[in-house]
C-alpha cells in the first residue's frame, strides 16, 4: 500500500486498522485480502487473454481496461479500506474500481456511497431483511430502495463505512461482490417462483445456482461490459427476462418435433432496451440443469470477444451485431463442446398469460390455503422501520420470506388464510397497502438526480407528483405502466412502458430546466414492442395534464372496454398522439 500524503500517526493507525480487518475477515471465513504487489498474471485468466488480444490486434484499451489490467478489482479490500480508515472517497477510474465490490461512489448527486446487494431471483429472508435495516441505521441512510433488478440499495454511506457495510452484509449472508461495473448484475427471476399455480417451472434453484457459479468462477468478473441474466417461469408475474443480455424464459414443447417433450427455458441473447433492442430469438431451447452450463457459455465467449476500445459499443447486443447469431451460437457451442438444441416455433405451446398487476394485491398460491401479499412500496423505496415492519409480517404471518420484484414492491408469501385479515392489517399499520389503482401499480422510477450524477430530473419525486395528480382527475379500469427513468441508461426501462418518461433538460429562455422525453407504447413478454418518441422535451410541470390528456382520449375514444393502452396507441399515428394530447388537455 503507497503510504504518500499520511503522517506517521495515520500510517500506524492504517496498519492497525488493517490488522483489525484481516482478523475479522478470518473470523467470517472470507479471503485475505492481498497486500503490496499484484498477483503474478493467471493463465487461465480470460480477462488478461482478450486484452491481449486486442492490443496484438493494434487496438487501444479504453482507461477501464487498463486500471482493471493493473490489479483485479476483486482484490482491492485494502484501498478501500484505506480510504475509509482516512474518510476520503475514491478519485479516477478507483471509483470505478470500487464498483466491483459493489460500492458506488455517486458524487456529484450525494457526497457519499451506494451500495448495491446481489439477491438471487429477489428472494430474501425476514433476519436478512432486518440485517439490511440495521446496516440502513447504523451505516447509511436509514432506508433501501428496491430496484428494477429485484434487489436492494443502500444510500448515505459516508467515507468511513464501506468495510463495516460489506462484513455486516456477509454476516447475514448476502454480498455486493459484482454488483456493479463490468460484472453480471443481480440474477433476476420470477418473484412468484415456487408458489405460482400456473407457473411452468420453479426458477429459484436456477438463479440460485447461476449466482454461487459467478461468486465462485473469479474468471466471470471483468467482463466488456455490465451483463444482465434473467428467468421466467412462466407465471403471473412478469420479470421482463427480454430486457436482458441473457433471456431464459419457460416454455412447454409438444411432442413430435425432434426432442423429448417437456418443459425447457426459450433462450433469447441481447437484450437491452436502453439502446432499442430486446433479447433476440435464437431458435435455441435450453434444459433446465444444462442452464448453469449454458450461461458459463455464453459469458465466456462474451469475455473473450466483446469490445474492450469502446465502451458505447461493448454490451452483448454490439458483439451480436458485429458476428451475427449464426456466429455467435456456433462459437458457444465450441466453448460447450456439444451441439445447442434447436426447436421450430411450433413446438412451443403458448405461455400462460401474465397479471400485468398481479405483483399487487392478495393471490392464492399453489400450496392449498395459502396466500401471497404483494405490497405497493412508493416508487421503490422503504425507510428501516418499514422495512423491519415486512421482516415481522413475513415471519409472523408467513414463512419468513420476503420476495422483491423488478416492479419495485414485494411480496410476502405463504399467509394461511385465516391469518390472512391479520396481515392486511398489520400492513396497512405500516402505513403500506396492497391495493394500488391501475396507475399506482405499475409506477416505476429510477433513483433520479438526488442520488445519480447521470440522471437529468429528480424521478421519484416526479413519479408520486404524477400518480397523485392523475389519480385525483380520473379513474381508469385496465392497469398501465408508467415508467420514468433519469437518464439514457435506462434504468427504468422506459421503453418497455404504455407511457415511458426520459428526463432530459428543457431550454426555457435563458434557463435550463427539468424535463421528460414522453414515449407511449411500449411493453415487454407478450406485449414487446418500443415505446415511441411522441413528444420530446416536455417541461415537468406541462407533463401531468398531458397525461392526463392521453389517458381521458383512451378512455374515451377506445374501440371497446377491452382496449388496452398499448393497443389505442399502436393504432395512432405519434402525430396524431400529439395533437389528442394537445387537444385533450384543453378539455382535461
Same mark, same amino acid.
Given at each position: 500500500m503507497d503510504d504518500a500524503g499520511f503522517s506517521a500517526e495515520q500510517q500506524e493507525y492504517l496498519k492497525g486498522f488493517m490488522v483489525g480487518v484481516e482478523a475479522r475477515r478470518g473470523a467470517l471465513g472470507l479471503p485475505a485480502a492481498p497486500m503490496g504487489e499484484a498477483a503474478p498474471h493467471d493463465p487461465n485468466d480470460l480477462q488478461r487473454a482478450?486484452? !491481449?488480444? @486486442?492490443?496484438? &490486434?493494434g487496438g487501444k484499451l479504453t482507461p477501464e481496461e487498463e486500471a482493471k489490467r493493473k490489479k483485479h478489482p476483486l482484490d482491492r479490500f485494502d484501498e478501500i479500506s484505506a480510504h475509509a480508515a482516512a474518510g476520503t472517497f475514491p478519485k479516477g477510474t478507483d471509483i470505478f474500481l470500487t464498483k466491483f465490490n459493489g460500492m458506488f461512489y455517486v458524487a456529484p448527486a450525494q457526497n457519499a456511497y451506494m451500495c448495491r446487494l446481489r439477491i438471487p431471483g429477489g428472494v430474501l429472508s425476514s433476519h436478512q431483511l432486518r440485517g439490511v435495516a440495521a446496516i440502513a441505521d447504523d451505516l447509511a441512510g436509514g432506508y433501501a430502495d428496491i430496484t428494477t433488478r429485484a434487489n436492494l440499495q443502500l444510500r448515505e454511506i459516508p467515507a468511513a463505512n464501506p468495510p463495516e457495510v460489506?462484513?455486516?452484509?456477509?454476516? =447475514? $449472508?448476502? @454480498? /455486493? *461482490? $459484482? &454488483? $456493479? &461495473? !463490468?460484472? =453480471?448484475r443481480n440474477v433476476t427471476g420470477s418473484p412468484t417462483a415456487g408458489i405460482d399455480p400456473q407457473e411452468l417451472i420453479d426458477t429459484?434453484? %436456477? @438463479? *440460485?445456482?447461476? %449466482? %454461487?457459479? =459467478?461468486?465462485y468462477h473469479r474468471e466471470l468478473y471483468g467482463l466488456p461490459r455490465k451483463f444482465n441474466i434473467a428467468f421466467d417461469g412462466g407465471g403471473r408475474v412478469a420479470v421482463l427476462e427480454d430486457t436482458n443480455d441473457i433471456a431464459l424464459a419457460a416454455v412447454q414443447v409438444a411432442d413430435g418435433f425432434g426432442v423429448a417433450p417437456g418443459v425447457y427455458y426459450r433462450l433469447g441473447l441481447g437484450g437491452i432496451t436502453g439502446h432499442r433492442d430486446f433479447a433476440r430469438e435464437t431458435g435455441v431451447i435450453v434444459a433446465p440443469d444444462d442452464a448453469v452450463r449454458v450461461c458459463n457459455a455464453i459469458v465466456r465467449v462474451f469475455i473473450a470477444n466483446g469490445d474492450r476500445t469502446d465502451r458505447t459499443k461493448a454490451r452483448l447486443k454490439y458483439l451480436l451485431d458485429r458476428w451475427g447469431l449464426p456466429k455467435f451460437l456456433e462459437a458457444m457451442e465450441q466453448e460447450l463442446g456439444s451441439p445447442l438444441m434447436r426447436v421450430d416455433a411450433d413446438a412451443l405451446l403458448p405461455r400462460p398469460p401474465i397479471d400485468k398487476h398481479g405483483h399487487i394485491g392478495v393471490h392464492e398460491q399453489k400450496q392449498p390455503g395459502l396466500r401471497y401479499v404483494g405490497v405497493a412500496c412508493p416508487v421503490g423505496r422503504l425507510s428501516s422501520k418499514r422495512l423491519r415492519g415486512i421482516a415481522d409480517i413475513a415471519e409472523r404471518f408467513g /414463512? $419468513? @420470506?420476503i420476495r422483491l420484484t423488478v416492479w419495485q414492491n414485494c411480496l410476502i408469501s405463504d399467509i394461511p388464510e385465516d391469518l390472512l385479515n391479520d396481515a392486511l392489517a398489520a400492513i396497512e399499520a405500516l402505513g403500506l397497502d396492497w391495493r394500488a389503482t391501475p396507475i399506482r401499480g405499475g409506477l416505476v422510477a429510477c433513483t433520479g438526480n438526488v442520488g445519480c450524477k447521470f440522471s437529468a430530473s429528480d424521478t421519484k419525486r416526479d413519479a408520486a407528483m404524477l400518480a397523485d395528480f392523475l389519480e385525483r382527475h380520473i379513474e381508469i379500469d385496465h392497469p398501465i405502466n408508467i415508467h420514468l427513468t433519469g437518464c439514457h441508461h435506462s434504468c427504468a426501462q422506459h421503453y418497455a412502458a404504455d407511457i415511458g418518461l426520459l428526463a432530459t433538460k428543457v431550454e426555457v429562455g435563458e434557463d435550463m430546466v427539468e424535463g421528460y422525453d414522453l414515449l407511449l407504447g411500449g411493453g415487454a413478454g407478450? !406485449? +414487446? +414492442?418500443l415505446g415511441r418518441l411522441i413528444q420530446p422535451k416536455v417541461i415537468t410541470d406541462d407533463l401531468p395534464p398531458m397525461v392526463l390528456a392521453l389517458l381521458a382520449a383512451w378512455q374515451k375514444r377506445r374501440s371497446g372496454p377491452e382496449e388496452t393502452f398499448q393497443a389505442f396507441t399502436t393504432r395512432h399515428s405519434e402525430a396524431e398522439l400529439a395533437a389528442l394530447a394537445t387537444r385533450e388537455t384543453v378539455e382535461a
Open positions: 482478450a486484452q !491481449d488480444r @486486442t492490443v496484438a &490486434a460489506l462484513l455486516r452484509l456477509a454476516e =447475514i $449472508g448476502l @454480498t /455486493s *461482490r $459484482g &454488483a $456493479g &461495473a !463490468d460484472n =453480471i429459484r434453484p %436456477h @438463479t *440460485r445456482a447461476v %449466482h %454461487h457459479f =459467478i461468486l /414463512s $419468513g @420470506t407478450p !406485449d +414487446q +414492442q
